[in-house]
């Protein structure tokens, strides 16, 4: 299973406030939609509660330690990722200690870098090094305001 990480990224690393996204890009929600559809999403409860529902045509798993009516759960983030082995592609959608958790672990990283600095609550870890170091481009484009990159882990 490859896990590839999803994510929206001020320039302070700001992903959250209040449990929404601190802005409004429309190409970003279609550019997640089109690469998540057909796939499965693994959130935190947070982010579980900001969407309040299911992702339509996907596989949507959320870690909480309180099950949810209607929805597959697991306790951590392990007995998740046990229950998805069989699965190609898993897409990280946050929140933010669920991007830290496995960020070590990511093969494939699809951020949208926002062009700005947002007041926030919820942050993406702490990644330049770790992008250096392990990975490399592959898909850049580049938009006013905003810039989608894809990476591919190296090592």
Not at 63 to 91: G, R, W
Request: aromatic share 10%; with cysteine.
């Amino acid at each position: 299973m490859r896990i590839a990480i999803i994510a929206a990224i001020g320039k302070n690393r700001v992903i959250g406030k209040d449990g929404k996204l601190p802005w409004h890009i429309s190409d970003d929600l279609k550019r997640f939609k089109r690469l998540t559809v057909g796939q499965a999403v693994l959130m935190g409860r947070k982010t579980w509660e900001s969407l309040g529902q299911p992702l339509p045509n996907r596989r949507n798993i959320v870690i909480t330690s309180s099950p949810i009516k209607d929805v597959e759960c697991y306790p951590s983030i392990n007995s998740a990722l046990d229950a998805l082995k069989d699965q190609a592609k898993v897409f990280i959608i946050g929140g933010a200690q669920v991007y830290a958790a496995l960020f070590d672990q990511a093969d494939e990283l699809y951020l949208t870098f926002v062009d700005q600095e947002m007041e926030g609550d919820a942050y993406f870890p702490p990644f330049e090094d770790v992008l250096q170091r392990h990975f490399k481009v592959i898909t850049r484009e580049k938009h006013a305001g905003y810039e989608f990159l894809d990476y591919v882990r190296t090592t």
